[in-house]
């Protein structure tokens, strides 16, 4: 009888907070969580962790996986530490270059050699929207860490903030993405609605500059919870008659309703009628939504002398009007 054998495949990490990737582990029988790895990549030859060892059978993986090429050895981790200190100097003649080129709204953030050192990866950031020109800044790297090729890599606020590291914004001693989080899911202010949350700027928007990735943790359990419950502001019968919703609580699953009358009452879900589902098109009213992570703009306050008609349109000066209406003053007549 022949036995049809199981593909082997594990989950390699490449940093300690970074995405899992699978590999084809079939060539090695004696791998285990933990153990580091030399595989091949499409940004070359990387050495990673093994963080988990999967079941093909449970999980639905991709058909083509690359194999692992071989367990490291301790010259290969001595080599990876070699890289990692050589990384520290070029980030610092990156941003010396940056400097003389005047490339003031551009920041390094950090350095990557390929396991073997034939690429180099040179992570920046820039305050701006508009895409800069760094032709000439990789031209230099280039020549100055050749044969090594070396490549400029753009990444966002929050890729940012993940490998700087640091205490939080509610005062965590490390922030969630350099804790645990391998990816950044989108955000929007509809999550901060949906769980009562003020949106103060300074409540809900992280050290990165956008929406705080802790809005989504408890986002699914607050919009099940609030099925059957209306909304701030909506009409509802109740027992003791009808009024107006001042304020939900999803978490006991009640409201507090205004009855004339009879004053401030509060009322189960059970208790109310006529009190409409929170919809899709009830969400689609909420101004303010964002899909990109930025948190909400302020309203713009007005200063004296906006809000008044352009010179533009205002009538322009005639000499003779004003001296008909001169003459009249002084005759103390009146324009019929």
């Not at 899992?20 to 153990?35: C, E, I, P, R």
């Not at 009808?242 to 699953?253: F, I, R």
Request: glycine share 8%; net charge positive; charged share 30%.
């Amino acid at each position: 009888m022949s036995m049809t054998s199981v593909q082997s495949v594990v989950g390699v990490r490449f940093s300690k907070v970074g995405k899992v990737y699978h590999f084809d582990a079939s060539n090695l029988s004696d791998v285990k969580t933990g153990d580091s790895v030399v595989v091949e990549t499409s940004r070359g030859w990387q050495l990673g962790e093994v963080a988990q060892v999967v079941d093909p059978t449970v999980e639905k993986l991709e058909a083509d996986l690359k194999a692992i090429s071989r367990l490291a050895t301790p010259r290969d981790l001595l080599l990876r530490k070699l890289w990692q200190v050589r990384e520290l100097d070029v980030v610092e003649a990156a941003r010396k270059r940056a400097e003389e080129l005047r490339l003031y709204n551009v920041k390094m953030v950090s350095a990557e050699f390929s396991f073997d050192g034939a690429r180099l990866a040179i992570m920046y950031s820039t305050d701006s929207e508009e895409k800069v020109d760094l032709k000439s800044l990789r031209q230099d790297m280039q020549k100055l860490y050749a044969p090594t090729q070396v490549e400029m890599r753009q990444i966002g606020p929050r890729d940012v903030a993940k490998i700087i590291g640091g205490m939080g914004a509610c005062g965590l001693e490390k922030r969630c993405c350099s804790a645990f989080l391998t990816d950044f899911s989108s955000i929007s202010i509809k999550m901060a609605k949906e769980q009562g949350i003020s949106l103060s700027p300074t409540e809900i928007t992280g050290m990165c500059g956008r929406l705080r990735c802790c809005l989504i943790y408890e986002y699914n359990t607050y919009t099940e919870l609030r099925k059957g419950l209306p909304k701030r502001g909506k009409r509802v019968v109740t027992p003791a008659g009808e009024g107006k919703v001042l304020d939900v609580s999803p978490l006991q699953g009640t409201v507090r309703v205004e009855i004339p009358e009879v004053g401030i009452r509060e009322f189960t879900r059970a208790e109310l009628t006529g009190a409409p589902e929170s919809t899709a098109g009830d969400a689609a009213e909420e101004e303010g939504e964002e899909r990109d992570g930025k948190p909400p703009v302020q309203p713009k306050l007005l200063t004296p002398n906006e809000g008044q008609p352009p010179a533009s349109e205002t009538k322009p000066y005639n000499p003779q009007q004003q001296g008909n209406r001169q003459g009249r003053r002084r005759r103390g007549g009146r324009r019929n």
